[in-house]
């Protein structure tokens, strides 16, 4: 049974920080990327970062030099450091994990919910 499960959620004041932990379980087949996404009230979800195996690391524009992404891949963990938030951060983020090979799976966490006060 595939399990991602996130922590690090809350509520917390503009300009402070958070980390959420996402730790993925139960996937047979050799994780690609992992990663965060969004979604806010009436909005679409969104990418906010994500890292592959090999390391290379995407980012969205909103979120670039105060985000940081980290993963472990031996764990199949993956950490986003988020620092200097903003009200327009707060959404409920939710974990990715894309596989390797073809057809590519996806498998999402549950979602946390992240709530930034002005």
């Known amino acids: 049974q595939v399990q991602l499960v996130e922590s690090g959620g809350g509520l917390v004041q503009a300009g402070g920080s958070l980390r959420l932990s996402c730790a993925a379980s139960?996937?047979?087949?050799?994780?690609?990327?992992m990663g965060w996404y969004r979604q806010a009230p009436g909005k679409q979800r969104e990418l906010v970062a994500a890292?592959?195996?090999?390391?290379?690391?995407n980012y969205a524009d909103s979120v670039k030099g105060r985000f940081t992404i980290s993963r472990d891949n031996a764990k199949n963990t993956v950490h986003l450091q988020m620092n200097s938030l903003k009200p327009e951060d707060t959404a409920v983020y939710y974990c990715?994990?894309?596989?390797?090979?073809?057809?590519?799976?996806?498998?999402w966490g549950q979602g946390t919910q992240v709530t930034v006060s002005s």
């Open positions: 990715n994990t894309r596989t390797m090979g073809w057809p590519t799976r996806d498998y």
């Open positions: 139960g996937i047979r087949f050799s994780i690609d990327a």
């Open positions: 890292k592959t195996s090999g390391g290379s690391t």
